[in-house]
């Protein structure tokens, strides 16, 4: 009964400081992270429009660079998005990082910008979030 116990006290520890590392984990910093892959935003945008999980499979939850031109800028309640034309009637959305300091968050509608982001997948327009820009 006592080795129950203290098996159960073992694991309880581990357990308590597995989780306390696991919530207290810094995040990844986006401005020194390799992007696992960069293309146009046109192309990306295609390939998602095309076959979603076939997308998903090569993008989802990697770091992308993605090239575009500046077709809106949206500042609201603290976070700055881009959107980025494809051509189409939907585009690339980069919502910049929070936790990253930008040399700039205003960009001109018509410039041509790369940013580099997680790619969260597709409602409408490609997500990437905690975006910052590669210059």
């Not at 159960?8 to 986006?30: I, R």
């Not at 696992?36 to 939850?61: G, I, M, R, S």
């Not at 998005?81 to 700039?104: M, P, W, Y």
């Amino acid at each position: 009964m006592k080795k129950i116990l203290i098996a159960l006290a073992v694991l309880l520890v581990v357990g308590a400081s597995t989780g306390y590392y696991l919530w207290n984990k810094p995040h990844e910093n986006m401005e020194r992270a390799k992007a696992d892959v960069t293309l146009q935003a046109a192309q990306l945008f295609t390939e998602y429009n095309t076959d979603q999980a076939a997308a998903d499979a090569k993008y989802l939850d990697k770091t992308v660079a993605v090239q575009g031109v500046v077709k809106e800028v949206n500042k609201e309640e603290g976070s700055v998005k881009i959107l980025l034309e494809t051509g189409s009637d939907f585009n690339v959305l980069c919502t910049l990082d929070e936790l990253s300091q930008h040399a700039r968050t205003d960009f001109p509608v018509g410039e041509k910008v790369t940013f580099k982001g997680k790619c969260t997948g597709f409602n409408l327009d490609v997500q990437l979030e905690r975006c910052v820009e590669v210059k």
